[in-house]
């Protein structure tokens, strides 16, 4: 079963690529541990560090959340929250799309 919800759901709308492939949590933790994405329609940039921690940076803005693989799906925290959401992630072989309940998807690239 698809599990989702959370931050990101701020940052997009949904993508029109085709040929998009679910990931498994194995390749979900392979694509972001010690990795950076980039955000286009927001100009942000997001680190997952392999320790779980994660960084969030957009305008000067840095906040440093949490993130681990549940099943095949991505979940982060973000403080003062306690709360996780999950995301299920696909990819076209060069983006990444985090998606979310309802019509939210939003699609990242890597920056590093």
């Known amino acids: 079963m698809r599990r989702f919800a959370l931050f990101l759901a701020l940052l997009g709308s949904p993508a029109m690529a085709q040929d998009w492939t679910p990931m498994t949590g194995d390749e979900i933790r392979a694509a972001l541990s010690d990795r950076s994405l980039y955000y286009p329609r927001t100009d942000a940039r997001q680190t997952f560090h392999a320790s779980g921690r994660t960084l969030y940076s957009v305008g000067g803005n840095d906040s440093w959340g949490t993130w681990r693989v549940e099943g095949d799906a991505y979940c982060s925290q973000w403080p003062p929250s306690d709360l996780w959401a999950c ?4 990819t ?3 983006s990444l ?10 699609e990242a690239t890597y920056a590093d």
């Open 87 to 90: 995301y299920e992630l696909d």
């Open 92 to 94: 076209d072989g060069v």
């Open 97 to 106: 799309r985090f998606i979310a309940p309802g019509p939210d998807i939003t």
